[in-house]
């Protein structure tokens, strides 16, 4: 069964400076992975997914992350916070074959003025 | 034009109640789920279910029980609720249910206390 670690459960950052999200996962088989914002006392909505192909991912409000293989991670990352952005950010992972993601433990991104 | 949508948004009930929580997608998807979010914001699948398919984490009590009146709709029902069932409860769909990878869509999830 797969597993996703998300290292930093509060990344404080000053507004319009870079940020990195960690997630690792560990699985036997191969895997999709993704990665989900839940702004406050709002449901989850998809930022961006690794299906296949290239390893590095654009997704929506200027994140992107790339897929490590070697490493088993898939960080997330913003080269500039806004505001806005303040939110908890969910990393999952699903194994092919299956159709069940697993969550990780959430990061709390905290973007101070 | 909300694609998920739950209602209520909050629920607040004694201890011993049976509650139910409605769930309603308009994206045409096959596939509904539950979720469930405690205090420190872990999120855990609870079921998942199209018109072919009912999977049950296991580690979900038999108090709850989902109900799918048609294709757009899962209900979660929760009999004799219990302290430890307060926490933010989403309902979910994606397209299909046998293709890995599908993007999941999200309610704006269900806040239940239990006193």
């Known amino acids: 069964a797969q597993s996703v670690t998300q290292l930093d459960s509060q990344v404080p950052v000053f507004e319009e400076a870079p940020v990195e999200l960690r997630c690792n996962y560990s699985s036997s088989v191969s895997v999709y992975l993704f990665w989900y914002v839940q702004y406050p006392n709002q449901g989850l909505q998809l930022l961006l997914k690794?299906?296949?192909?290239?390893?590095l991912v654009k997704g929506i409000n200027g994140f992107e992350a790339e897929f490590n293989k070697s490493q088993t991670s898939f960080h997330l990352r913003k080269p500039s916070v806004h505001i806005s952005d303040t939110a908890e950010y969910f990393c999952a992972v699903t194994e092919e074959g299956s159709y069940i993601p697993t969550f990780g433990r959430g990061t709390s991104l905290i973007v101070h003025p | 034009d909300t694609a998920v949508s739950q209602t209520p948004k909050y629920l607040v009930t004694q201890m011993g109640n049976d509650k139910s929580i409605k769930c309603e997608q308009n994206l045409g998807h096959d596939t509904m789920y539950w979720y469930k979010q405690d205090s420190k914001k872990f999120l855990k699948i609870m079921f998942s279910?199209?018109?072919?398919?009912?999977?049950i984490n296991e580690t979900v009590p038999n108090r709850f029980s989902p109900k799918s009146p048609d294709k757009a709709h899962l209900n979660l029902h929760i009999n004799s609720l219990e302290l430890g069932d307060s926490a933010v409860y989403f309902c979910a769909s994606s397209q299909e249910l046998d293709t890995s990878g599908e993007t999941q869509y999200f309610g704006p999830g269900t806040r239940l206390l239990v006193l």
């Open positions: 690794y299906l296949s192909g290239s390893t």
């Open positions: 279910y199209n018109n072919k398919e009912l999977i």
